[in-house]
């Protein structure tokens, strides 16, 4: 004949049943979180490739001010290229970093002006002009993409 289980047990195996759940619920989540972000880029990239000919991607971003951007960096056959591709459609913007100053001139900017934790540096247009948009500490820094010149800081 079986044994019933002791409190102690039930206590221990509803626990664990409890935690297995929570952990199922979550992986599922993040996974139906995760999914449009994933496919959105990966249809920014096939846009880029087949528009201006981007073969290497090294970063990919959204930018959003006026209007939402997919911002995408990376290389052609021969060339460091930005594309901006509009999230509701339109013209597709290209930029030669050759252009403009880099992500990194700017992050070194903005460490200068005291900040201790960037988290995020994007290329995108504000008033018909490229700009990059540097998040950090909870402060929006925006600079001219040509010049580097600082063109406004904002906070959240």
């Known amino acids: 004949m079986l044994k019933p289980?002791?409190?102690?047990?039930?206590?221990?195996?509803?626990?664990?049943?409890?935690?297995l759940t929570l952990f199922v619920t979550?992986?599922?989540?993040?996974?139906?979180?995760?999914?449009?972000y994933r496919k959105d880029?990966?249809?920014?990239?096939?846009i880029a490739n087949q528009y201006?000919?981007?073969?290497?991607v090294d970063s990919y971003s959204l930018f959003h001010f006026d209007e939402s951007y997919y911002s995408l960096s990376g290389w052609?056959?021969?060339?460091?290229?930005?594309?901006?591709?509009?999230?509701?459609?339109?013209q597709i913007?290209?930029?030669?970093?050759?252009?403009?100053?880099?992500?990194?001139?700017?992050k070194e900017?903005?460490?200068?002006?005291?900040?201790?934790?960037?988290?995020?540096?994007?290329l995108g247009i504000?008033?018909?002009?490229?700009?990059?948009?540097v998040f950090s500490d909870g402060q929006f820094f925006y600079f001219d993409f040509k010049t580097g010149e600082q063109l406004s800081e904002e906070d959240i």
């Open 41 to 46: 880029k990966e249809e920014a990239i096939k």
């Open 76 to 90: 052609t056959e021969n060339q460091e290229i930005h594309v901006l591709i509009p999230q509701d459609g339109g």
């Open 126 to 133: 504000i008033a018909n002009q490229p700009v990059w948009e």
């Open 5 to 19: 289980f002791t409190v102690k047990k039930q206590l221990m195996i509803g626990g664990l049943m409890l935690l």
């Open 26 to 36: 979550s992986a599922i989540s993040l996974f139906v979180i995760i999914r449009p």
């Open 93 to 106: 913007l290209t930029f030669s970093a050759e252009e403009g100053v880099s992500a990194n001139e700017v």
């Open 109 to 122: 900017t903005v460490q200068k002006l005291g900040a201790q934790q960037i988290k995020r540096v994007t």
């Open 52 to 56: 201006t000919g981007l073969e290497t």
